[in-house]
Each structure stands twice: as C-alpha cells, then as structure tokens.
C-alpha cells in the first residue's frame, strides 16, 4: 500500500525526480519541440539565477 514513515523529505526528493520528464512529456503533447523545450527551460534558469541573485544582494544590504 502506502508506506507513511518515510519522511516529507525522501517524496520531495521523487517528485523532483520526476518533474522533469513529466514536464518533457507535457510539453511533447502541448507541441513544444525539444528546441523550443531547451529555450523555456533556459529562460526559466536564468530568470532563477537572477533571482537569487537578487535577493542575496537585499540580504546583505540588511546585514551590512
């Protein structure tokens, strides 16, 4: 059945696991081809990086 003592962090770790070719297929029906998959997924890891980016800036400027 299901097993409950495992921990919120080990399903986390298997949903993350399995986001990305959930994502490839979902995208494969949606008619995005895989060039068109590489841009998005590009975009979005720059558009994470800034924002980390960003928000360490903020923090620093609070500490400092």
């Known amino acids: 059945m299901f ?3 495992q921990g919120a962090g080990e399903y986390a770790g298997a949903l993350g696991k399995a986001a ?3 994502a490839v297929s979902t995208a494969a ?3 995005l081809s895989l060039q068109d998959w ?3 997924a590009t975009l979005a890891y ?3 990086q800034i ?3 960003i928000r360490k800036f903020f ?5 400092g």
């Open 3 to 5: 097993d409950h003592s």
């Open 20 to 22: 990305p070719p959930i």
């Open 29 to 31: 029906i949606a008619g």
């Open 38 to 40: 590489v841009l998005v």
């Open 46 to 48: 720059t558009l994470l």
């Open 51 to 53: 924002a980390i980016l």
């Open 59 to 63: 923090r620093e400027q609070d500490r």
